[in-house]
């Protein structure tokens, strides 16, 4: 059923949005907006940088909130999340802790999975990995496709839970299923998902999740945020680490390594310690609202985005099945990046992409927002 308005009070979030008086934001697939929490953050670290030089208990606690915060969003354990700079680095962080010797050394990955994860998978093979590519066909990821790709080579499955492109949403369930089946780890990149719909690591029986938090959770580049299920933590000993991976950092002994017992093992170095209090206020903001409540009126403006677009003549890129996909929905389009800059001069912020202009609004936008962005863009492309 599809619902005229969200549960929660739209217009009192939509004030803590300072760019809402002079633009729409639909690029949230990309980066969204700033907000007055998201600030006060950065203000706050910068003042008591100015004003006391350095506080590192006070700073370390950000960090530690922010941990909280990520592990509150996805139903798991502060102990379970580690920090990183970018997916990327919690990626190879997690490559370089697994073994691919012997009869078990296939990644099996999608086509759609961001490059990074890709070429990840790939710098492993000169360690005896090999990746097994699942095609994107129809615009899709198939869970078929998947299934014909796992055996009992597979090592690692790797899925990217909304595909960049098009936002088209995979069916982690089913495949943690087929990876359990055969006893491979399922490696989640959520990048695209968090922040538009609850993301239950626990129920869905996901092995290892990274994500980062500048699109749908508000926050800024330079920290991303890596799930590893409790049961697995100690099996796991990367080669890319450093001293905020010890059991004790402060130890200050470079003679010994040993692990910490939570997923802190897989820190590295110093925590970007403005980012976490930034992505700290931002995941708050989300965890506010609530992911539950967030994704109904989502698939509404999705719903609302898609049969707009159709109406007045544009090409659907991906699913138009509300619920199997983020709030990106992607319409083809000749010069994407030119679509891009025009629609900027309008006040429109939309995400080129390849073939596509991606409009991806939020949990803070409206009908209008949506119904402002296909106009303009119809007069784009005339
Ligand atoms: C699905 C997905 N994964 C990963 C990334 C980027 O990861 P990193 O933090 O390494 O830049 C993006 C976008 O920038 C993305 O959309």
């Known amino acids: ?39 006060a953050a950065a203000d706050a670290y910068l003042d008591s940088w ?33 920090i990183a700079s970018s997916v990327s680095e919690a990626m190879s962080v997690i490559a370089s802790a697994v073994e691919f010797g012997g009869e078990r050394r296939t990644i099996v990955a999608s086509e759609g999975e961001f490059p990074t994860v890709g070429h990840v998978w790939l710098a492993q093979e000169p360690r005896g990995a090999a990746v097994q590519w699942v095609p994107v066909r129809d615009a899709k990821i198939e869970v078929d496709d998947y299934a014909a790709a796992i055996d009992e080579r597979t090592r690692i499955v790797s899925a990217t839970h909304g595909y960049f ?66 049961e697995l933590i100690d099996q796991l000993e990367p080669t890319v680490t450093g001293w905020f991976g010890r059991a004790n950092p402060f130890a200050f002994d470079a003679t010994h390594l040993d692990w910490a017992a939570t997923a802190r093992r897989f820190d590295t170095g110093t925590p970007p310690i403005v980012n ?59 010069d994407s990046h030119a679509v891009e800059t025009a629609l900027r001069k309008r006040g429109i912020l939309a995400s080129a992409r390849g073939p596509v202009i991606r409009l991806a609004p939020h949990f803070y936008s409206t009908f209008d927002d949506v119904d402002r962005t296909l106009d303009a863009l119809v007069e784009v492309l005339a």
């Not at 030089?53 to 941990?67: C, H, K, L, S």
């Not at 990274?210 to 409790?230: D, E, H, N, Q, S």
């Not at 003549?313 to 389009?333: E, M």
């Open 165 to 230: 492109l098009n936002g088209y949403r995979q069916d982690l369930g089913a495949l943690a299923s087929l990876a359990h089946g055969s006893g491979a780890l399922l490696v989640v990149d959520a990048y695209q998902t968090l922040g538009t719909c609850d993301v239950d690591v626990k129920a869905l029986d996901v092995d290892v999740l990274a994500g980062g938090v500048l699109k749908y959770l508000m926050g800024v580049p330079g920290i991303a945020f890596l799930y590893v299920r409790r």
């Open 1 to 39: 059923m599809t619902i005229v308005r969200p549960s929660y009070d739209l217009e009192r979030y939509r004030a803590e949005i300072p760019m809402l008086r002079s633009a729409i934001p639909m690029n949230n697939c990309s980066h969204s907006p700033q907000t007055t929490r998201t600030r």
């Open 50 to 82: 100015n004003e006391r030089g350095m506080d590192w208990d006070g700073w370390i606690g950000d960090v530690e909130a922010a941990r909280a915060e990520f592990a509150r969003l996805i139903h798991a354990s502060p102990d379970e999340i580690a």
């Open 276 to 334: 976490a209090a930034i992505a700290r206020a931002g995941i708050g903001i989300i965890n506010e609202v609530g992911p539950t409540c967030i994704a109904p009126w989502i698939e509404a403006l999705s719903k609302h985005c898609i049969d707009g677009g159709r109406a007045r003549g544009l090409t659907l890129h991906g699913t138009d099945d509300v619920t199997r996909k983020t709030p990106n929905t992607a319409f083809l389009c000749n």
